[in-house]
């Protein structure tokens, strides 16, 4: 049956985005449009967004995973934008200039860049975007940024190693507008490094 839904949100991981406004404050903003390949991260957001505007005027960015227990913290985020006044694009949102209050989150210092981390999120990447350009209609920013330092919570490492252990780490996921955890684990890679 072939069919054509409204958005593709197949299941990816939930990221809320920390980058600097003009005036040095803090932004903060939740994507589901992210993936990793080695040390870079790819990010696909709306060119409206104050998110955007901030990463075209400065490169540096705190990537934060936040768990599946932290959902309404992210959805308090959803509704609003730091753009003022609202694009004409986002007819249903708010403007906010203190997310992290509004979403009753920590801005946590970076050791790397200038945006804060998100202290509740089990992991933050710091991160520099390297390209940031629209894609091919123009309707969205797609953002390369290479990973300068990695933030765990010691309990999701594998003790005595750099790992993550997956078996502790649940993204929160964003499957067609609705949050999930991970289930159980199904088995491992042949490339697996951790047991």
């Given at each position: 049956m072939e069919i054509?839904?409204?958005?593709?949100?197949?299941g990816t991981p939930v990221v809320l985005l920390s980058t600097e406004n003009d005036d040095g404050s803090p932004n903060l903003a939740p994507m589901s449009s992210a993936w990793a390949l080695g040390w870079t991260v790819v990010l696909g957001l709306g060119v409206d967004g104050q998110t955007a505007h901030n990463l075209r005027a400065r490169p540096d960015v705190v990537v934060n995973?936040?768990?599946?227990?932290?959902?309404?913290a992210v959805e308090r985020l959803a509704p609003l934008t730091g753009r003022d006044p609202v694009p004409a694009?986002?007819?249903?949102?708010?403007?906010?200039?203190a997310k992290f209050e509004a979403a009753g989150l920590t801005p946590l210092p970076s050791r790397s860049v200038r945006p804060p981390r998100v202290a509740e999120c089990p992991l933050q990447l710091e991160?520099?975007?390297?390209?940031?350009q629209s894609d091919t209609a123009g309707e969205f920013l797609i953002v390369e940024a290479r990973v300068l330092a990695v933030h765990a919570d010691p309990a999701l490492v594998v003790p005595g190693t750099e790992h993550v252990d997956p078996g502790a780490w649940s993204p929160l996921v964003?499957?067609?507008r609705h949050y999930f955890g991970?289930?159980?684990?199904?088995?491992?890679?042949?490339r697996s490094e951790t047991p």
């Open positions: 054509k839904p409204r958005i593709l949100y197949i995973l936040p768990g599946p227990d932290q959902w309404e694009a986002k007819p249903a949102f708010r403007h906010e200039r991160a520099r975007a390297s390209t940031v964003y499957n067609f991970l289930g159980a684990e199904l088995g491992h890679s042949f």
